[in-house]
């Protein structure tokens, strides 16, 4: 199977989501040359939070992407918990334009969780990521992301059972270092801290013969 990574988009819901739950893999890429964009949908602001508060988190976000060496990121700034509500219309038409714009042929979107953000920009990817025209995405991946991923309930929701992984023996590091940019977002002893996320790297790769790895979701790969 010859799959082209090249051109990889990640949509990521909030600030941190993309490091989280893929970061390992962005940076293996961006080691490859691939052009990789980023798409952060939105993140703590009015009227639920503080402005304030979303520039810290944003600013400690381009810090971890440049460790991971991604060169466009684009930030909808739109505030959490309220994407499927007055401002699905304008997330969805925004995420068109750059999918549009880009051309990716790999898509990395978040799996339906327990996050009603996260349920939300699934779905609008979906719709935005359908092989209706000749330059869709070849290449589409469900990414877990600790803290709300693993919260569905059992049988009767979904539930994340990776089927594509990515070895980041080399990029575990990287990753950790991107992660730590987040200082207003990890704790320790809870799912979103430097050992949770490095305990499940560890166990992902347990699963495939390597120290460290990212597991996804395979949605659909046209080769």
Request: glycine fraction near 4%.
């Amino acid at each position: 199977m010859n799959l082209d990574l090249k051109k990889t988009l990640v949509i990521a819901p909030h600030l941190d989501d993309e490091t989280i739950a893929l970061g390992g893999t962005i940076k293996k890429l961006s080691k490859t040359k691939a052009q990789i964009n980023v798409i952060i949908v939105g993140g703590h602001l009015p009227p639920l939070y503080k402005k304030k508060d979303y520039q810290i988190t944003k600013n400690e976000s381009k810090k971890a992407l440049r460790i991971l060496g991604v060169k466009k990121v684009y930030y909808l700034d739109i505030p959490a918990l309220e994407f499927h509500k007055k401002y699905y219309n304008t997330m969805n038409s925004k995420i068109n334009a750059l999918i549009n714009d880009f051309n990716p042929t790999t898509v990395f979107i978040p799996f339906p969780d327990r996050h009603i953000d996260h349920r939300t920009v699934f779905d609008c990817a979906m719709v935005n990521t359908r092989p209706n025209n000749k330059n869709h995405p070849k290449l589409v991946l469900s990414y877990e992301t600790l803290s709300e991923t693993h919260w569905n309930a059992p049988y009767i929701e979904p539930n994340f059972n990776p089927d594509f992984f990515v070895n980041i023996d080399t990029t575990i590091k990287d990753k950790i270092e991107a992660l730590n940019c987040y200082q207003s977002q990890i704790k320790d002893n809870q799912s979103r801290s430097l050992q949770a996320v490095q305990a499940l790297a560890r166990f992902r790769g347990s699963q495939n013969g390597c120290k460290y790895a990212e597991g996804f979701k395979l949605i659909r790969a046209i080769v």
